[in-house]
């Protein structure tokens, strides 16, 4: 079916713990849909953003991203697609929550680009665990707790350093590193004010930083569109670090190997769009 109407929940105000990338991805995607002459429908508060721009979306709703008013439209504008994939991490929450509540299901809208069943393998800091075993993918010995207690007593299981993750998060909020008991248990508190969810796993001091930008069409064609590597080793966050693009340091066996894991990463997600997949790598892998 051609769609003819889409609605796409934009990245709403960009604020801690939010990249502001998506506020210009959002909008190619305004214009790849416009070009298909498929009426599009913006959902977004934040006046101060180029999504919102008069010359984009055929229609600007600027109220805010929760599942409440997005239903609101959704009944007024019958629109027959939903695109969740630009509006940072506002918006995939969102969508989660739309689906969770039988929203999309009732309206009869289809999500359109990468599925609810991928998000949640990607949000989800257990799942996305589990995903990766099924592939043979090496990531670091972690556990997804709820409890203060729980993140302690895996912490001291696996031994310090630690670092604490929180799941449903982009851009680094309510992480940090743990060397002790007691900063466990501050910073475990503290990420679990902001979601359900944490993730206590090994730390790996001092190992490259490298992040790989992937596309994926919906008929499985893969593209690297390039590879970074951060200025900082592990530990300093991203969105604190120079990042240089191509990577400078690694090995031309790194590269192909990075990249090869990469697709098959995203193949197996389910990935359909753009996809940021970071790698920490030991530096002494090679010898």
Request: aromatic share 6%; proline share 3%; net charge negative.
């Amino acid at each position: 079916m051609k769609h003819k109407k889409v609605l796409i929940i934009g990245s709403s105000a960009l604020k801690i713990g939010e990249a502001g990338e998506f506020d210009y991805s959002g909008s190619q995607a305004i214009k790849a849909l416009k070009e298909e002459r498929i009426y599009t429908i913006l959902i977004n508060p934040n006046i101060a953003t180029i999504q919102t721009s008069d010359y984009l979306a055929d229609k600007v709703y600027l109220l805010p991203i929760n599942t409440h008013y997005v239903e609101r439209v959704i009944e007024k504008e019958k629109p027959d697609g939903i695109i969740l994939g630009f509006g940072g991490q506002t918006a995939l929450n969102c969508g989660l929550a739309l689906h969770r509540e039988g929203i999309l299901k009732k309206h009869k809208v289809e999500v359109l680009g990468t599925q609810i069943e991928t998000i949640e393998n990607t949000e989800d800091r257990q799942l996305f665990c589990n995903k990766l075993s099924e592939i043979d993918v090496k990531f670091p010995r972690s556990n997804a707790v709820n409890t203060v207690e729980d993140a302690v007593q895996y912490a001291e299981e696996i031994g310090f350093p630690v670092i604490i993750r929180i799941a449903y998060a982009l851009g680094g909020l309510g992480s940090g590193i743990c060397r002790s008991k007691n900063e466990v248990k501050r910073i475990a508190s503290k990420a679990l004010s902001y979601s359900s969810q944490i993730l206590v796993e090994e730390y790996l001091e001092g190992w490259k930083e490298i992040e790989y930008e992937v596309v994926r069409d919906k008929y499985d064609n893969c593209i690297t569109v390039c590879n970074m590597e951060n200025i900082d080793p592990m530990g300093i966050h991203t969105g604190e670090s120079i990042v240089v693009a191509p990577s400078q340091t690694l090995t031309n066996n790194e590269y192909h190997k990075l990249r090869e894991i990469a697709i098959r990463t995203i193949r197996h997600l389910g990935i359909v769009g753009e996809c940021n997949i970071q790698y920490a790598l030991d530096p002494k892998s090679e010898e």
